[in-house]
C-alpha cells in the first residue's frame, strides 16, 4: 500500500488556510511578552479521521488553556491525508518547521517528539502508559511465586501499536523461560479468530525477591551434607541468583558440587543429592538368580546415590560391571 505524500502545492494550500489562525492570535496577544501564552504536547503516535490532519488530533495542551483559544488551536488543518487507509510518518524538524510556518517563532510552544506516526483505518494508537501497565501485570503474575515480590524495574516498548479495539486484540508472550532479569517479550496483533497480524519485540528487567538459603561458611563437595547449620535465609534478588534456590526440604541430603564461598546463595547448580556411595569406596556387590544369591568385593568407579545406577570393578578379576546403589555399603549388579 502506497503512502500519502504531501506536495508542496498542496502544503501551500494548509498554510494559507491557517492564515486567520495566525492572525486571531497575533491580534489578540501582539502587546504580549509572549505572543503564544499556551503550550502543546504533540503525540508519538495518533490516528487520523479525516483528509487533513488537524492539530487537536496530535496534540494536548499542557497545563491550563482558555476553552476557546483549544477549540480554535484544535481545528487548524496541518497536512492533507487523502485516503480511506495509510501510515505517514514525520521527523521532528519537518513538524517543527512546519509548525513554525503556521505560528511564527512558536518553536518553545510546542513539545515534539523525535518523529509523529500518523495512521488511517488502523485503529487508535495504544497509550505509552495503558501498553506499560499491561506488561507489568503480564510480568508480575507470570512470575510470581509464594513469598516472592515481583518489581518489574524497566519497560521498553515499540514506539508506537495502532489497534482496532473492535476487531483486533493484543497479546503479550515471553521469548525463552521466564527468569527473573532481562526478559525478552513479543507482543502481537491478532485478529479474534486467532490470526496474527502484526508483531513486536519489547522487553523489561524484572527483579524477584525472595528468601533464598546462602552460606554461612565456605563449603567444598568433601565437606559432606549441607546441614541447616552451614546455611541461612536471606531476601535476595534472583535475577542475581544462578539457578534455583536450593530445596531447603529435599527428602535426599544434598553437598555442594564445588566450592562455594561463604555469603553465596546455595542453588540447585551448586548442589547435588549427596552420594551414598563415593567414588573409590569399595563396598559389596550382591547378584541374585532364581536359586542362587552371589556377593562379592567390588570398587565404586563413580559418586551413586541411593537407587542410582555407578559403574564397579570387581576387586578379584578386575572385570567392569553396571550396580544399582542399594545403601552405603551394598550395591545390586544390573541385569
Known amino acids: ?46 490516528s487520523i479521521a479525516g483528509d487533513r490532519v488537524m492539530l487537536g488530533e496530535i496534540a494536548k495542551p499542557v497545563g491550563d488553556i482558555d476553552p476557546d483559544t483549544w477549540k480554535i488551536l484544535a481545528a487548524t488543518p496541518l497536512w492533507p491525508f487523502p485516503g480511506r487507509e495509510g501510515q505517514i510518518t514525520l521527523s521532528r524538524a519537518k513538524v517543527q ?90 507482543l502481537t496483533v491478532s485478529s479474534l479468530d486467532g490470526r496474527v497480524l502484526r508483531q513486536f519485540a519489547a522487553n523489561a528487567v524484572v527483579n524477584v525477591w ?3 538459603p546462602v552460606a554461612n561458611r565456605n563449603m567444598g563437595p568433601k565437606d559432606g551434607p549441607i546441614t541447616e ?9 534472583l535475577a542475581f541468583v544462578h539457578g534455583a534456590p536450593m530445596d531447603t526440604h529435599s527428602v535426599l541430603p544434598l553437598r555442594v558440587k564445588f566450592s562455594v564461598g561463604a555469603g553465596a546463595p546455595l542453588t540447585s547448580e551448586d ?27 567390588v570398587v565404586a568407579l563413580t559418586d551413586g546415590i541411593k537407587g542410582g545406577q555407578i559403574s564397579v ?11 544399582i546403589v542399594q545403601d552405603e555399603r551394598t550395591v545390586m549388579a544390573s541385569k
Open 1 to 46: 500500500m502506497s503512502q500519502p505524500t504531501l506536495s508542496p502545492r498542496r502544503h501551500g494550500c494548509v498554510l494559507s488556510m491557517v492564515a486567520a489562525v495566525v492572525v486571531f492570535f497575533a491580534a489578540g496577544t501582539s502587546f504580549a511578552a509572549d505572543p503564544y501564552p499556551w503550550k502543546l504536547q504533540l503525540a508519538p503516535a495518533a
Open 97 to 186: 518547521d512546519d509548525l513554525d510556518r503556521i505560528f511564527s517563532g512558536s518553536s518553545r510552544n510546542f513539545e515534539v517528539p523525535d518523529q509523529i506516526v500518523l495512521r488511517k483505518g488502523g485503529g487508535a494508537p495504544l497509550v505509552t502508559n495503558d501498553l506499560r501497565k499491561r506488561v507489568v501485570d503480564f510480568l508480575t503474575e507470570k512470575m510470581n511465586a509464594p513469598g516472592s515480590q515481583v518489581e518489574v524495574a524497566e519497560v521498553s516498548l515499540p514506539p508506537q501499536i495502532f489497534l482496532r479495539e473492535e476487531s483486533e486484540r493484543l497479546g503479550i508472550d515471553v521469548v525463552g523461560a521466564p527468569n527473573p532479569g532481562r526478559v525478552s517479550l513479543r
Open 210 to 212: 525472595c528468601m533464598v
Open 229 to 237: 547449620d552451614r546455611y541461612s535465609m536471606e531476601r535476595r534478588n
Open 271 to 297: 548442589t547435588e543429592p549427596l552420594p551414598a556411595i563415593s567414588k573409590g569406596e569399595q563396598v559389596t556387590m550382591v547378584w541374585k538368580g532364581p536359586h542362587i544369591s552371589l556377593s562379592m568385593p
Open 313 to 323: 570393578r570387581n576387586v578379584q578379576g578386575g572385570k567392569e560391571i553396571g550396580a
